[in-house]
Structures are given as structure tokens and as C-alpha cells.
């Protein structure tokens, strides 16, 4: 066979290959090699022999332990100033005292002293509430063992919810006769609750025990809503964090409103700087969780309700100067209510569409009803028909219900109106005669008629996010408007007549998206916003 032809790359690579290994001879890599892998197996032997001879050797512990230096401000304890120059201890303002076994989750009640988070001393707010507890109330008084309120026109709403549970549910014991309240009294005043066209040039509004309301000057609805200022002096942080509830004390003594936030915390804010020491911001924290409702009654203004997504609800008694523990459930607590007139029984939504009334003179539920298959965030009684309540439940349903027709293992509501999305809130107006309803689903819904069989949808945009608590749409001090909040900062009014939004008061003073509202119940023209910052804006009339 004839030997093949080297190719002229083959042959360049061949002589490369002889070269290098004559390189390699020359520099005699090959033996090296050799010797330095017989000294690195050698010394592993030598290693490993005496690692297996030499005891184990324990270093001796020496004499001072090593310290750990830790800040103290998260273990809670004050800077050390040993070996400054001057007085350091007293230069920064410290916290108020608190007793570090309290836990507003502990079953009981404490003091006020215990979960007090305020600056400032408490002794002003003690004070005023007891002063105002201590005058004479034009609203009646609850007498002690009876059924309601003393001097109360009705015998129904005498007998509050002990006369419920002595008559069967359902045998029609008739339409309640009261007054009529705001709503009615308007129109023989010559206001139209209906068409907001004009008012008087002297309101005068009364409720069904006869206090009135007045504000004269008053000619034009829209130009009197367009007269609400908010001055700087107006504008105060009351708690930390995000606002979940806001209420004006129904009193005309002082202005003084109670804000619930997020994590639990109540502040008090007297807007009366000239009658009382200090910014008249008083902060507690009473609960461990959200805050889902705060309620008083007029009659009784120094106990104060509020209820909380752990399940709690407590009664703040300034009087006693403590916060009892009322009712405690497995269940979140979303909302608190309490019929007019009537201080002995609280109802609040319990769990997954639960609705539950504690009467207070016994200390246990007398009912308990599952209204709607998800979390009812609101209750709101009728003025003049104070058996008649509306719910609101973030299963995308508000529900109005009559006490005195509900069947205890199937209630059947008298008026249900649907959302595409969840329900945030369904207050009725002054005048009982319409329902606002406010929906994620960016509408805010107006039924009215005998039987709330009209309904229109006002289109607004409720998209608030999760650093924002939910709007909530509240009427003023008639029927002739809806107060909400706007992603804008600025406060939208809704006309219930005309189905849209008229005006929308702004103001340089509002920094933050104002959410939960609240018009005082005896002021006109003195309006509250609250923002997830735990701000309070108050809108006023000149």
C-alpha cells in the first residue's frame, strides 16, 4: 500500500510536536514532575499520622467574659449620659409613664392612665368630659333599670330591645309614631329637603327631642356648602397612622371629635384651645388591632364605645377613668351601632356577615343573625324609625332590615341593593327618606321612595388603595347633599336631586386625601375629613 501524502498543515504540525518535546527534554520538566507528585503524597501521610497522634487541645477560657455592646433604645431604656459635660438627662422630652404589664389584648379593664400614649397631661380631657357629663342634658337622661330614655314620647322606645324580647318578633305592633325628626321639620320650615334649591334665611332645624339647630344668614343650599372654609388652625394630627373611624361628640359645650386608626389606637381632639391647656389632642390605645366603630349617645357622653378587628369591644368611662372590656369574640368586630335614644344596647357586625345585640344590663348577646355571607363594615338606624337599620357588607350588597320582622333563623330584609363590588358603607339622611350607598365599584348609589324602590348611580372614583381607608359617603345636615372624599384632596359634594357631583371644596391647608367624614350632629357647617395620615381636617361656616 503506497504511503499517502502529508498535507502541508499535518507536516508543520508534526514538526511543532517534535520541537516541543525536544524543549521539554531540555529543561527536564518531565522528571520534575515526577518528584514534586512523590513529595505532596509523602507530606498527606505525614499530616494525616499526626493528626491521629496529637491530643485534642482546648484553649483556656479566659477570665473576663466578652461584653456585647447593644443599643439601648430598642430594649427601651433611657441614653447613658455618665461622663457628659452638663445636665443630658432631662434635655429630651420623655414618654409619658405606662405600666409595662399592660396589653390593651388582656381580658378586663385598665385605667386610662395605663393606655395613655399622649404628650401631654390627660387632666384636661378628664376634665371637660366630666364637666359636660355633669350639665344638664336637654337630650333626657337614662333612668337606671328602665327600658330607655326617660321622658321619650314613644312607649316603644321606652321599651329599647328588653321590649323587642318581650313581644315576639312579628306580631305587628305597629309603625312607630314619633316625631318626625330632621327631615320633616325642614320642610314645615320652609326648607326643601327634596329640591335644594333655597333655604330659609333662618334655619332651624329640631330632632325628635325638641333641641334645635340654628344658623341664620343662610339664603342659598349650594352657596352656604361653597361658604365651608378650612383654616390652618383647624388642621391637627390626632393619631398616627391610618384613620379608621371619626366622630364628633354630640354636644354643643365643645367641639370635640374621637378618631379611631389602624393599630388601635383612640384620640381625642378639643378644638377649644382657649378653654383648655395644651393642642387638646389626647391619644390612647385601647385595642391591639384596627379600630371598627366608635359610638356615645348624647344622654351619657362619658362613656364612649369603640370595637376592634381582634374582637374586642370596650367602653371608655371617664367617670371611672377606665376602659371596660364589654364583649370579647373569636370573631373581628367590623362595625359598631346603637339605636337613638337608646343606651343599653350595642349592635355590632361580628365575623362573616353576623350581626350581634349586646345588651348591656345583663352583660350577654340577645341576638345574633347572619345577614350576609361576608363582613358587614356598617350599621345605621333610621332616624324616625329607629327599628328599621341598613347594612353594608363587602359582599357587594347593602340590605335595609326591620327588627321587628326578622325571623331569628331566616331574616328577610325589607330592601336589598346590589353593587358589582364590595359595600363600604349605606347611611340613611336626616330625614329617613333616601339611603347612600358607597361601592369599590366607583359608584355611589341614592335610593329613595316610600319603599326605597328608586335607585340612581352617581359615578366616583373610590379607588383609594391600601395606604387609604375606603370612602365613605355621609350626608350633611339635611337631605340636600352627600359629603365625599376625593383622590385629589379635596372634599366632592353630591346633589341627590340632580345625580351628579356640584362642587368640590378645596383648600391650601390640605395636604393628605381625606376618607372618613363626620358633619356634627348639632353644629351646621362644621364638617370633619380624616386622612390615612391620622390628620383631621374640620370644615367650618363663616
Not at 194 to 218: H, N, P, Q, T, V
Not at 330 to 356: H, K, M, T, V, W
Request: charged share 25%; hydrophobic share 35%.
Amino acid at each position: 500500500m503506497a504511503t499517502q501524502k502529508l498535507t502541508e498543515y499535518e507536516r508543520r504540525r508534526l514538526e511543532n510536536i517534535q520541537r516541543n518535546d525536544q524543549m521539554m527534554a531540555a529543561l527536564q520538566l518531565h522528571s520534575k514532575a515526577s518528584l514534586l507528585s512523590a513529595s505532596s503524597k509523602r507530606q498527606k501521610v505525614e499530616n494525616k499520622a499526626k493528626a491521629c497522634a496529637v491530643k485534642a487541645y482546648r484553649k483556656a477560657k479566659d477570665e473576663a467574659p466578652v461584653v456585647i455592646r447593644r443599643s439601648l433604645r430598642p430594649r427601651g431604656m433611657p441614653p447613658d449620659s455618665e461622663g457628659l459635660e452638663g445636665d443630658f438627662g432631662d434635655a429630651a422630652p420623655r414618654a409619658p409613664e405606662s405600666n409595662p404589664k399592660f396589653s390593651p389584648r388582656d381580658l378586663g379593664s385598665f385605667s386610662m392612665g395605663d393606655a395613655y400614649e399622649g404628650l401631654g397631661s390627660r387632666d384636661g380631657f378628664v376634665r371637660a368630659m366630666r364637666r359636660l357629663s355633669k350639665k344638664p342634658g336637654m337630650w333626657g337622661s337614662v333612668e337606671e333599670g328602665s327600658g330607655g330614655v326617660k321622658g321619650c314620647k314613644d312607649e316603644i322606645l321606652r321599651d329599647s330591645v328588653a321590649g323587642m324580647s318581650a313581644h315576639p318578633v312579628g306580631l305587628g305592633r305597629g309603625d312607630i309614631k314619633t316625631e318626625d325628626s330632621l327631615g320633616c321639620r325642614l320642610e314645615r320650615e320652609g326648607i326643601k329637603t327634596e329640591d335644594s334649591s333655597e333655604f330659609i334665611s333662618a334655619l332651624k332645624m329640631e330632632d325628635s327631642l325638641g333641641y334645635g339647630i340654628k344658623r341664620a344668614g343662610i339664603v342659598d343650599s349650594l352657596e352656604f356648602i361653597g361658604s365651608l372654609t378650612l383654616e390652618e388652625d383647624n388642621v391637627a394630627r390626632v393619631v398616627p397612622g391610618r384613620v379608621m373611624a371619626v366622630k364628633f361628640f354630640p354636644t354643643t359645650e365643645l367641639r370635640i371629635v374621637a378618631v379611631g386608626n389602624k393599630y388601635g389606637n383612640v384620640g381625642f381632639w378639643n378644638m377649644d384651645p382657649e378653654k383648655e391647656e395644651g393642642d387638646g389632642i389626647y391619644l390612647y390605645h385601647p385595642h391591639s388591632s384596627p379600630i371598627g366603630g366608635i359610638s356615645m349617645q348624647p344622654f351619657d357622653i362619658a362613656k364612649i364605645f369603640t370595637c376592634c378587628y381582634d374582637g374586642f369591644v370596650r367602653m371608655m368611662d371617664v367617670e371611672k377613668e377606665i376602659f371596660d372590656l364589654v364583649h370579647a369574640s373569636d370573631d373581628a368586630i367590623f362595625s359598631l351601632s346603637q339605636r337613638p335614644n337608646d343606651g343599653n344596647c350595642l349592635y355590632f357586625g361580628e365575623g362573616r356577615g353576623g350581626l350581634s345585640i349586646w345588651d348591656l344590663r345583663v352583660g350577654k348577646s340577645t341576638s345574633l343573625w347572619a345577614l350576609h355571607e361576608d363582613r358587614i363594615n356598617t350599621i345605621d338606624f333610621k332616624p324616625q324609625d329607629c327599628f328599621v337599620f341598613a347594612t353594608s357588607s363587602s359582599e357587594g350588597t347593602a340590605c335595609i332590615w326591620d327588627l321587628r320582622r326578622m325571623d331569628a333563623k331566616n331574616p328577610k330584609s325589607l330592601k336589598v341593593i346590589e353593587h358589582g363590588r364590595a359595600v363600604h358603607s349605606a347611611y340613611f339622611s336626616p330625614s329617613g327618606s333616601c339611603l347612600a350607598t358607597t361601592s369599590f365599584d366607583d359608584t355611589v348609589c341614592i335610593a329613595s321612595g316610600d319603599n326605597f324602590e328608586k335607585t340612581s348611580h352617581v359615578f366616583h372614583n373610590n379607588q383609594t388603595g391600601r395606604w387609604i381607608s375606603s370612602f365613605r359617603a355621609i350626608w350633611g345636615w339635611d337631605d340636600s347633599y352627600i359629603f365625599i372624599g376625593n383622590t385629589k384632596r379635596a372634599v366632592d359634594v353630591i346633589s341627590p336631586t340632580q345625580r351628579k357631583i356640584v362642587k368640590s371644596l378645596q383648600s391650601p391647608c390640605m395636604s393628605a386625601i381625606p376618607c372618613r367624614f363626620d358633619a356634627h350632629p348639632l353644629e351646621v357647617g362644621v364638617l370633619a375629613g380624616a386622612t390615612g395620615g391620622g390628620q383631621v381636617y374640620t370644615w367650618t361656616s363663616p
